[in-house]
């Protein structure tokens, strides 16, 4: 049974850090997930360092309860049984499962399907598919690209059908080992968030091209964070809705250099795990 976490006690309102947004000039940034060709640079586009305030959503959440569908994002205390993230097949086998139940759980959805995750290290280099912690603001799809995640998961037929309802996508996120003490994630609350904020760019695959959103700034954006986040906790963060009326669609979300952490923070680990919602 998972509880939503509002109100953990912890020392500090705000804090003002460094937040890397996109320089919008007119091109579409693109971003290589492997080496790119010869005289390719691995990522396009201007990122700037803006100076924000962020507020501790432990003890300083806006009006009202943080809410998935209110504000983009929310968190939940639920201990995982897999402790060892080292085995994708466990993963699958464990993790898949165990986040299916959660999100039905804490969203009603009728159906889930998880359809990838990723391990973040910054402890080390790695070439295994593990990656460190991305410090440019972004949402994972777009309103392009969420619809085309339903058809590129499940069969023609079936996926046209379920477009016809409201199809959500959510990242699950999760520490690992550890409690975060470092490059903890800022999250945007999705009503300070303008459509003309949102720019489209390429995630480039061997195999395939993704869209993901980079966000240009808008001193009316309202960041929030929990501190200290522990592994028996998790956030759900809202990265695709076809839903409206109020509902939020997306957030945006960064990892941020925390001016509080401690000199000799262990870096981060941590799991996010992706997967269609349908209603």
């Known amino acids: 049974m998972s509880d939503i976490v509002i109100d953990t006690p912890a020392s500090v309102t705000t804090i003002e850090a460094e937040l890397n947004y996109l320089e919008?000039?007119?091109?579409?940034?693109?971003?290589?997930?492997?080496?790119p060709p010869p005289g390719v640079p691995k990522r396009s586009g201007v990122y700037r360092a803006h100076r924000v305030t962020i507020s501790n959503a432990r003890i300083a959440p806006p009006p009202?309860?943080?809410?998935?569908?209110?504000?983009?994002?929310?968190?939940?205390?639920?201990?995982?049984?897999?402790?060892?993230?080292?085995?994708?097949?466990?993963?699958?086998?464990?993790?898949?499962?165990?986040?299916?139940?959660?999100?039905k759980e804490a969203t009603g959805a009728k159906r889930v399907v998880v359809f990838d995750h990723t391990l973040r290290d910054g402890r080390v280099d790695r070439h295994d598919g593990v990656r460190e912690p991305v410090k440019y603001i972004h949402n994972d799809q777009?309103?392009?690209?969420?619809?085309?995640?339903?058809r590129d998961h499940l069969p023609r037929d079936e996926a046209e059908q379920l477009l016809k309802g409201r199809v959500a996508i959510v990242n699950l996120w999760r520490p690992i080992g550890e409690t975060v003490q470092s490059s903890p994630l800022?999250?945007?609350?999705?009503?300070?968030?303008?459509?003309?904020?949102?720019?489209?760019?390429?995630?480039?695959?061997?195999?395939?091209?993704?869209?993901?959103?980079?966000l240009v700034f808008n001193p009316r954006h309202r960041w929030y964070y929990f501190p200290n986040m522990t592994p028996d906790e998790y956030l759900l963060l809202k990265i695709y809705d076809s839903a409206g009326d109020g509902i939020?669609?997306?957030?945006?979300?960064?990892?941020?250099d925390d001016p509080t952490s401690p000199a000799d923070a262990p870096l981060?680990?941590?799991?996010?795990?992706?997967?269609l919602l349908f209603f």
Not at 73 to 99: G, N
Not at 186 to 211: F, H, M
Not at 248 to 256: D, P, Q, S, Y
Request: proline letters at 4%; glycine letters at 4%; one cysteine or more.
């Open 24 to 35: 919008s000039n007119g091109e579409r940034p693109v971003s290589y997930q492997y080496e």
């Open 268 to 275: 981060r680990r941590s799991i996010e795990l992706r997967a």
């Open 64 to 103: 009202g309860a943080l809410s998935l569908d209110r504000n983009g994002f929310e968190l939940h205390r639920c201990a995982s049984a897999l402790s060892d993230f080292s085995d994708p097949a466990k993963i699958e086998s464990v993790y898949y499962r165990e986040a299916d139940a959660l999100l």
């Open 142 to 150: 777009t309103f392009v690209s969420g619809p085309r995640r339903v």
């Open 248 to 256: 939020a669609r997306l957030t945006a979300h960064t990892a941020f």
């Open 186 to 214: 800022a999250l945007c609350d999705s009503r300070s968030i303008a459509l003309n904020d949102l720019v489209a760019s390429d995630l480039v695959y061997p195999d395939k091209v993704g869209e993901t959103y980079a």
